[in-house]
Structures are given as structure tokens and as C-alpha cells.
């Protein structure tokens, strides 16, 4: 079937979103970080804020746990802002193009927590472009569980048969599949392009 919808991913696919920008001020090497982030702050740990967690409530948890880590892990909500360098410019031009083609309806699909994502919505125009966001803070569900993805295809009448969903997670993309959406594993903007182009969305 033809495609007439275009799915994005928004953390590493369109904004640049890495919690070592913040600890690689607060660390002094990469082993450091390594540890933290795999022994601490895990990304486990951080995809319950995603499904509707607290800060506060996560934030607790983690200090009754490791009260000699109090600093580091107040600092992943405290100076949340810092794991955000800014947008994948080049990923955003293909989402520009795309648009400017006026072919696709546009949505998102993201694994970002309530409290923050106001913030993104203020700060990254390109949010604006998409018909929708499905937020998974917000609906208290989450990437890779399948009925995320059908929430999105439901709300919006998605025909999953004509859709493409980009994400840098293969796990999140291959849940994709198992609903009936193509899906792009991106690992670069040149990478996406060229795989969107393979597609005939881009000439």
C-alpha cells in the first residue's frame, strides 16, 4: 500500500537527548558515568517517569537506595535540561522536506515524561509541525508495549499498513512492526534519508 503517514520518534531521532552531557559535568571520566548510569539512574529506572512516574516520588527512591549518591541524582531532574544539546539539525530537515511536501500526515510518537515535556514543546518549533504527539507521560503508557502504538493509530485513524514509524531504539521499532507499521531504525540522518528515499518519500 501506499504510504500517507510518516511516524517520528522525537529523543535521538530529532532532539539530542543524552544524560552523559550532564554527567560528564559532574564525573570525571567515562567509567564514572558508565557505572552511574547502569548501576543508578538506569535507563529502566527512567522509562517509569516516561509512563507517568513523579520526579519526586523516582527521585526519592533512588536517595533511600543510595543516599551517597544524593548529588548525581538530584542533578538528572534538578538540571534536566542539561542532557539536551538541542535538535538533530539534519533530521530535521528531512522532517522540513517531508512537510513541505504536503504528501504525509506527520505525527509523534515519544517515551518523554509530563513534567518535561512542555519545556520541549516550547523550545523546539518543529514539534509544532506534527498533526499529533502521542506523549507517553501523558497517557501513562509507553513504547515498547503495543497498545501505545495502538492508542496513536486509534485516535488519529492511522492505517498501520500505510504508515512508516522512525525510531533509534530497535526494540521500539520492531513493537512498531509487530502492530503493522513499517518501521526505520535510524542511526543517522543520512542513513534515514536514504532509507526514506529507497521508500519514494523523499526524491
Excluded at 535510524?186 to 518519500?201: T, V
Amino acid at each position: 500500500m501506499q504510504t500517507d503517514t510518516i511516524i517520528f520518534d522525537l529523543g535521538g531521532v530529532l532532539i539530542d537527548w543524552n544524560p552523559r552531557y550532564l554527567y560528564r559535568k559532574i564525573f570525571k571520566t567515562e567509567e564514572e558515568i558508565d557505572w552511574f548510569l547502569q548501576n543508578i539512574c538506569t535507563m529502566d529506572w527512567n522509562e517509569q517517569q516516561d509512563a507517568g512516574r513523579s520526579f519526586e516520588e523516582a527521585t526519592q527512591e533512588l536517595l533511600d537506595k543510595f543516599p551517597e549518591h544524593e548529588v548525581p541524582i538530584r542533578a538528572w531532574y534538578g538540571r534536566w535540561q542539561e542532557t539536551i544539546k538541542g535538535s538533530i539539525a539534519d533530521t530535521v530537515s528531512i522532517l522540513s522536506a517531508i512537510r513541505d511536501s504536503k504528501k504525509y500526515r506527520l505525527y509523534a510518537l515519544t517515551n518523554w515524561s509530563e513534567e518535561t515535556f512542555p519545556w520541549a514543546l516550547d523550545n523546539f518549533e518543529f514539534l509544532h509541525w506534527f498533526e499529533g504527539i502521542v506523549v507517553s507521560g501523558i497517557e501513562k503508557k509507553r513504547k515498547p508495549f503495543h497498545d501505545f502504538y495502538q492508542l496513536l493509530l486509534e485516535r488519529y485513524q492511522v492505517d498501520p499498513a500505510k504508515a512508516i514509524f522512525i525510531d533509534d531504539n530497535h526494540r521500539n521499532v520492531l513493537a512498531g512492526e509487530a502492530v503493522g507499521i513499517k518501521g526505520i531504525h535510524f542511526q543517522s540522518p543520512d542513513q534515514l534519508r536514504a532509507e526514506l528515499s529507497r521508500n519514494g518519500i523523499l526524491v
